[in-house]
C-alpha cells in the first residue's frame, strides 16, 4: 500500500509569512495531487504535478515534486487569512489507486 | 472542471437500518469510482474502488457486507451501508477521474448519522 506522509500536521501561522508544507511518499509514484479543504465541506483540487521536477503556481501557492525523493512540497507565500484550511496530498500508485496524506491543518494568524 | 454529484449531503438514520449513498458523474463517464471515509479532523481513508460492470475492490479492513458497491453505469455508483451502527457515523466522499492523465474530482460528500 502507498503510504503518504505529511508535516507539519499542525501550522499556525502569521498573516505576511512564508512556510513550506512537505509530502513524501512511500513508493513509485509520478503522479501527486494537492487539496484544499474547508471544515464541513469536500476537496477542492489545487494542484496536478504529472513529473519530476514539475512545479506550479497559483496566487500565494506555489507547488513542486521531486519524484527521486519521493516528495513533495506547497509552499505559502505571504499568508493571507483566506488561506487558513486543511490541505492534502495525495499520490496515485500504479494499481490505479489514490491515497490521501494526513493532512496539514493551516490557521493563519493576522 | 468535470462535475461528480453525491447525494443525500447529510442523512440521519436509526441504527439497524441500511443508507445508500449515490455519487454521479455528470459531464463525463467514470469506469472508475472510489470511496472514502473521513472521521473528524482526519484524513481521507480509501475504502473500495468501484469498477462499472464488475466487483468493487476492497482495501484491506473495509467490510464488504457492510460497505456494499455498485457500479451499474458509467455515471452512478452507489455506497449501501448496511445495518448501520453509531460507530459508521462518518463523512462519506465519492470521487471519479475523467480521462488521462487521471484527475480525480469529488463529491460534495455525505454526513452520515447513525442514531
Known amino acids: 500500500e502507498l503510504k503518504v506522509e505529511q508535516n507539519p500536521l499542525f501550522l499556525s501561522m502569521q498573516e505576511g509569512k512564508n512556510y513550506t508544507i512537505y509530502c513524501n511518499y512511500s513508493?513509485?509514484?509520478?503522479?501527486l495531487y494537492w487539496y484544499r479543504q474547508d471544515p464541513g465541506k469536500s476537496l477542492e483540487s489545487l494542484f496536478v504535478l504529472l513529473s519530476n521536477g514539475a512545479v506550479k503556481q497559483e496566487g500565494r501557492l506555489m507547488a513542486s515534486l521531486d519524484t527521486k525523493a519521493r516528495l513533495s512540497t506547497l509552499h505559502i507565500t505571504a499568508a493571507v487569512h483566506d488561506l487558513s484550511a486543511t490541505y492534502f496530498c495525495?499520490?496515485?500508485?500504479?494499481?490505479?489507486?489514490?491515497?490521501f496524506g494526513t493532512g496539514t491543518s493551516l490557521t493563519v494568524i493576522p | 472542471g468535470a462535475v461528480v454529484s453525491q447525494h443525500p449531503s447529510r442523512v440521519i438514520c436509526k441504527s439497524g437500518t441500511s443508507v445508500k449513498i449515490e455519487c454521479r458523474s455528470l459531464?463525463?463517464?467514470?469506469?472508475?469510482m472510489f470511496w472514502y471515509r473521513q472521521f473528524p479532523k482526519k484524513s481521507l481513508m480509501l475504502m473500495a474502488t468501484s469498477n462499472e460492470g464488475s466487483k468493487a475492490t476492497y482495501e484491506q479492513g473495509v467490510e464488504k457486507d457492510k460497505f456494499l458497491i455498485n457500479h451499474a453505469s458509467l455515471t452512478l455508483s452507489t455506497l449501501t451501508v448496511t445495518s448501520a451502527h453509531p460507530e459508521d457515523s462518518s463523512f462519506y466522499i465519492c470521487s471519479a477521474a475523467p480521462g488521462q492523465p487521471m484527475k480525480p474530482f469529488f463529491g460534495q460528500g455525505t454526513r452520515l448519522t447513525v442514531v
Open positions: 495525495a499520490a496515485w500508485n500504479t494499481g490505479n489507486q489514490f491515497y
Open positions: 513508493t513509485t509514484s509520478d503522479r
Open positions: 459531464d463525463f463517464q467514470a469506469t472508475t
